[in-house]
T-cell receptor, first 115, second 111 residues
Framework: NAGVTQTPKFQVLKTGQSMTLQCAQD?????MSWYRQDPGMGLRLIHY???????DQGEVPNGYNVSRSTTEDFPLRLLSAAPSQTSVYFC??????????????FGPGTRLTVL | GQQVMQIPQYQHVQEGEDFTTYCNSS?????IQWYKQRPGGHPVFLIQ?????EVKKQKRLTFQFGEAKKNSSLHITATQTTDVGTYFC???????????FGQGTTLQVKP
C-alpha cells in the first residue's frame, strides 16, 4: 500500500491564483481530513469528510473548498490564493471517525508559498 | 469549540535528561492521541488513551490520561538525540468526528 499520497510536494502561487492540492489513500479509509501547519500554531483542521459525499468544516475553512466524490480522493481547492495561506498542508485519513480507535495516517505534506 | 492546550511550546534538554509535555482541555475528552513529527516530516501516530487514569508505556515513553479525562501527559525518560521532534496531542471534538490538535511541544536534545 502507498498509504496517503499528496501532490504536489512544493508549490508557489501568486496572489489571486487558484489551485487544487491532491490527496489520495489506498487503505479504504472512511475518514479524511486536511490540516495546515504554521509555526507556533500546531495543526489546524481545515475540512474533513466522514465518507464519500460528506464533507464538513473544521477550525479554519475560509478560502478553501473540498469535495469527496470517491472514498480514495479528497482534493483541497484554494479559490483565490492569499499570502496568509502560505503554509504546509497535510492530508490525513483514518479507518473511521468517532470510534474507539482511529489512528490518523498522514501524507508527506505540500509546502505552499503564496507571493 | 473544543480546544486542547499543550505546554510547553519548546523544550531544550541535555541528552540523558527527562522530558515531559502536557495536554489540557476544559472539557472531558472521549480519548486522546499522541503523535510525533520529526523535523521536515509528517506526524506519526504514537498511541491512543481511552480510559480514565490509563497509563501506557512504549520503551522510554510513558503516556498518562488523567482521572477526569481532561488532561494527558507524555514523559520521556533519559532522552536521546533520536527523540528530537515535535510532539502533538489530539482529541476528538464532541461527536463530530473532528480531530483537534494541540499546538505541539518541540523537543531539542543536546548531545
Amino acid at each position: 500500500n502507498a498509504g496517503v499520497t499528496q501532490t504536489p510536494k512544493f508549490q508557489v502561487l501568486k496572489t489571486g491564483q487558484s489551485m487544487t492540492l491532491q490527496c489520495a489513500q489506498d487503505m479504504n479509509h472512511e475518514y479524511m481530513s486536511w490540516y495546515r501547519q504554521d509555526p507556533g500554531m500546531g495543526l489546524r483542521l481545515i475540512h474533513y469528510s466522514v465518507g464519500a459525499g460528506i464533507t464538513d468544516q473544521g477550525e479554519v475553512p475560509n478560502g478553501y473548498n473540498v469535495s469527496r466524490s470517491t472514498t480514495e480522493d479528497f482534493p483541497l481547492r484554494l479559490l483565490s490564493a492569499a499570502p496568509s495561506q502560505t503554509s504546509v498542508y497535510f492530508c490525513a485519513s483514518s479507518r473511521d471517525s468517532g470510534s474507539s480507535y482511529n489512528e490518523q495516517f498522514f501524507g508527506p505534506g505540500t509546502r505552499l508559498t503564496v507571493l | 469549540g473544543q480546544q486542547v492546550m499543550q505546554i510547553p511550546q519548546y523544550q531544550h534538554v541535555q541528552e540523558g535528561e527527562d522530558f515531559t509535555t502536557y495536554c489540557n482541555s476544559s472539557t472531558t475528552l472521549s480519548n486522546i492521541q499522541w503523535y510525533k513529527q520529526r523535523p521536515g516530516g509528517h506526524p506519526v501516530f504514537l498511541i491512543q488513551l481511552v480510559k480514565s487514569g490509563e497509563v501506557k508505556k512504549q520503551k522510554r515513553l510513558t503516556f498518562q490520561f488523567g482521572e477526569a479525562k481532561k488532561n494527558s501527559s507524555l514523559h520521556i525518560t533519559a532522552t536521546q538525540t533520536t527523540d528530537v521532534g515535535t510532539y502533538f496531542c489530539a482529541a476528538l471534538s464532541g461527536n463530530t468526528g473532528k480531530l483537534i490538535f494541540g499546538q505541539g511541544t518541540t523537543l531539542q536534545v543536546k548531545p
